[in-house]
T-cell receptor
């Protein structure tokens, strides 16, 4: 079974630009969550999608948005990039059924904002 | 949301030594998870715990779900160089999952 796939693996952008990151969950997984990780920081929760609906949201500004498609694939968008948005963005999927909420992570997208 | 309190922040140990790290919270959780992250990669699930008091092993790794449901610990026995990485705990209640800040483990050969 293929794992969680995130594209692109690396991305370099400049301040003010916008970026879209993509995540394909494990087949059969209906929940997709996004996290931001910066050096020395833990995993900061961005949002979670289940069956195309945002079910949970972290404390990030409105510049961070996401969506989920009918095949459970998800995208995350960051508009008007700032230097502080440089981070590893991780996507995780879970079965989200019968209390099984174990998260399986992708390798992440390393975003650098110059 | 509020992060879990994970300690220690970092550990420097000799190969062959045992390691212990823990996570505490002011909130109760139904599930505790332990992850390991290698540089430049996403966290990989090591152990999942579903019941208070549960003790689960995965090779040289042993984790326990605290009786109060507010804490968990992870032990690594006879450490080897490939144990190097960042270990994260995670507590879950319904749709809410919280992570610790991580324990960075360095193993000297």
């Amino acid at each position: 079974k293929a794992g969680v796939t995130q594209t692109p693996r690396y991305l370099i952008k400049t301040r003010g630009q916008q970026v879209t990151l993509s995540c394909s969950p494990i087949s059969g997984h209906r929940s997709v969550s996004w996290y931001q990780q910066t050096p020395g920081q833990g995993l900061q929760f961005l949002f979670e999608y289940f069956s195309e609906t945002q079910r949970n949201k972290g404390n990030f500004p409105g510049r961070f948005s996401g969506r989920q498609f009918s095949n459970s694939r998800s995208e995350m968008n960051v508009s008007t990039l700032e230097l502080g948005d440089s981070a590893l963005y991780l996507c995780a999927s879970s079965l989200a059924q019968g209390g099984d909420e174990k998260l399986f992570f992708g390798s992440g997208t390393q975003l650098s904002v110059l | 949301g509020q992060q879990l309190n994970q300690s220690p922040q970092s550990m420097f140990i000799q190969e062959g030594e045992d390691v212990s790290m823990n996570c505490t919270s002011s909130s109760i959780f139904n599930t505790w998870l332990w992850y390991k992250q290698d540089p430049g990669e996403g966290p990989v699930l090591l152990i999942a715990l579903y019941k208070a008091g549960e003790l689960t092993s995965n090779g040289r790794l042993t984790a326990q779900f605290g009786i109060t449901r507010k804490d968990s610990f992870l032990n690594i026995s006879a450490s080897i160089p490939s144990d190097v990485g960042i270990y994260f705990c995670a507590g879950q209640l319904a749709y809410d999952m919280r992570f610790g800040a991580g324990t960075r483990l360095t193993v000297k050969p």
